[in-house]
């Protein structure tokens, strides 16, 4: 059984700071891409940010990229989501995402998403 499990959303403050984390369990983690997306009420879900299974290549959705940092640590099975200068609009809850390859389309493994929420 597959399962992604994001933590790390909360309330903060425009320009404040959080880290998400997605721990998972149930398949090979070192072999899938791992991506971040996100919802506001109202919208679609959104790409954020993506990472090749080594690491080695990552892409950022343009209304990030300066803010946020992907990465991943192989030995614990987890990817993270670093959120800088956050601001009122990022406001979403964070889906993380696997896929067999890097890219702005989602995979077939999803959690269950983590509230943030940024006050001005």
């Known amino acids: 059984q597959v399962q992604l499990v994001e933590s790390g959303g909360g309330l903060v403050q425009a320009g404040g700071s959080l880290r998400l984390s997605c721990e998972v369990s149930g398949l090979t983690f070192s072999s899938y891409a791992m991506g971040w997306f996100r919802q506001a009420p109202g919208n679609e879900r959104e790409f954020v940010a993506a990472?090749?299974?080594?690491?080695?290549?990552?892409r950022y959705a343009d209304f990030v990229k300066g803010r946020f940092t992907i990465s991943r640590d192989n030995a614990k099975n987890t990817v993270y989501l670093e959120m800088n200068s956050l601001k009122p609009e990022d406001t979403a809850v964070y889906y993380c995402?696997?896929?067999?390859?890097?890219?702005?389309?989602?995979?077939?493994?999803w959690g269950q998403g983590t509230q943030v929420t940024v006050s001005s």
């Open positions: 990472i090749t299974w080594g690491g080695g290549s990552v």
């Open positions: 995402n696997a896929a067999r390859y890097i890219s702005t389309m989602p995979g077939g493994y």
